[in-house]
């Protein structure tokens, strides 16, 4: 098969909402008056986002997934995305895999395949999202102030538990691992969520890297600090039963690192003045996505951990980072 | 370095048009009203699109040159990038080049980095530009009518013979090589034609894979043929007076495979009704940008090759695809 016939039978779809799809130089989108377009591109390598025997209707998944998420968090509606592929040989069982897992994602947010690009080399997927978001309503990093309340959607966590456990560092009954592995291979994008603290949340980010290296990137662009209950996180793994259940070897440490920098959650963080806490418990109803308080907004710059009983909690939790 | 670091050194720079730029979960771009936005992604992989030992400066151009060939293709102009980028290791050398010739290119076409991805794996570069046209303006594949003449811009198979050349197949003398190499290395994108064909073409596209290839997508979409005057193509080579000089190796077989099937010209191809000569010959002085018509537009679909005493020119020149 070659390259044209590939992305005929594949990736070619009627065209809906965009001007001009897959098939000419580029591809036209018209954004409604009023509307900015929300942008934002991620590269997924074989090796260091996934592994190379994933199942690869999930990682067609996950490779929208999480840019949808960057929509999320920037509060976006999705519209439309390019991806460019790189590919080591025309596999087709993996090509409609991939690409039934894509789609049905896409079709899922209303996001149509536009345009991309395919070439043959080591596997690498890079997707370019787009979304539309009222002039001067995105989402950002940088609105926190003191005093606001600090929230995460969902979970956090269980992607690392799977993780860990597909590398041998922790062993863990098959079902369980089964339910932590759709959180690492089928994150959830907060697509609805984002879109529903327009107007109530003051920042708000997306959780790929861990939640204390992000958070981070929202205090400095605030130019504030944050203090975080992590009794409160270490509650919001799912498997938090069975890891708080007779398996000993489950430390506390453990869940902290999960939780607060386990990586790939795909959830969102969002601070939000205390006044709006019905909005936000609100916008949580009506996406159909818990969120939890974890915090509070500083003044004073750096993040400060606190237990239980009240007492700092030291860490010394390193986010990823691909060249570290 | 870590990978925040290497962003904020290498492709951060003060946001100009764009609403966000670099640093947030997306960057926000608003296309003036009455405008269509242009998308297009080209990934480069190492061993596919150039070598390994290439000029990171140069290669920082070639990377966003394709990608504002694709926007010349359409009638738009550039607007703003976003960089996905692989790297094996970060090399501050290496990197220092390449964002230099990157950014020089995007500086000279007003088009601005808003944001992107790094990771560490084998190196391999996406990105996907955005433009703006003016709605219903945009020039298309589809457009071309039975009697349209048939245009090239600039100079094809330079890029080939350079390629040639650099793979031990071509000996060529080092000037004659270097100039080559810059057409390999530095293709000019057409930016300023294509926005002064809007109106005039009826149908245009750029020339990444080889003439004759390129062009059956536009006979394909028009639904109709064309007729080459090879013996015009053939003197579009900007080395045709080295090649047809005391070169015996270098016969005309070898210079219509570079010229119809060489690659990587980064050329319009475009289509325009006779009546409008006039305005061709004016939006080619205005651009600066060469053109020369080379044949004709057929109601009877394939692509006829006849040379200068009017003889059928047999062909089986395959255009480049990267899976076979």
């Not at 900015?36 to 025997?53: I, K, N, P």
Request: glycine letters at 12%.
């Amino acid at each position: 098969m070659g390259e044209f016939d590939l992305i005929a039978r594949y990736f070619t779809r009627p065209v809906r909402r965009a001007a001009l799809g897959v098939g000419d130089d580029c591809a036209l989108l018209a954004p409604a008056p009023g509307m900015q377009l929300a942008v934002s591109s991620d590269m997924l390598v074989e090796g260091r986002h996934f592994f190379a025997d994933v199942d690869p209707e999930a990682l067609g998944h996950k490779a929208l997934a999480v840019n949808l998420s960057d929509l999320a968090a920037c509060g976006a509606r999705p519209l439309a995305f390019t991806l460019a592929l790189s590919l080591p040989r025309v596999d087709e069982t993996w090509l409609a895999g991939f690409s039934r897992g894509l789609l049905a994602l896409a079709d899922a947010h209303g996001c149509e395949l536009v345009g991309g690009d395919t070439t043959q080399g080591p596997l690498n997927l890079c997707i370019t999202v787009f979304g539309e978001v009222p002039t001067g309503q995105a989402l950002l990093r940088s609105g926190a102030r003191p005093g606001d309340d600090l929230y995460v959607s969902g979970t956090l966590g269980d992607a690392r538990l799977a993780l860990e456990a597909l590398l041998g560092h922790a062993p863990l009954p098959a079902e369980v691992l089964a339910r932590a592995r759709q959180r690492l291979e089928r994150p959830t994008p907060r697509v609805a969520l984002g879109q529903a603290l327009r107007g109530i949340a003051s920042s708000a980010m997306d959780l790929s890297d861990g939640l204390l290296g992000d958070l981070s990137h929202i205090l400095k662009a605030s130019g504030v600090g944050a203090h975080i209950d992590t009794y409160i996180t270490s509650n919001l793994i799912a498997e938090k039963a069975y890891l708080s259940g007779e398996n000993g070897h489950f430390h506390l440490e453990f869940i902290r690192q999960c939780t607060l920098a386990g990586g790939d959650d795909y959830e969102l963080a969002f601070t939000a003045p205390p006044a709006r806490r019905g909005a936000v418990a609100a916008a949580s109803q009506a996406s159909g996505t818990p969120v939890t308080r974890i915090g509070t907004v500083l003044a004073e710059p750096g993040l400060q951990l606190v237990d239980a009983g009240g007492q700092a909690v030291e860490h010394r939790y390193a986010s990823f980072d691909h060249f570290r």
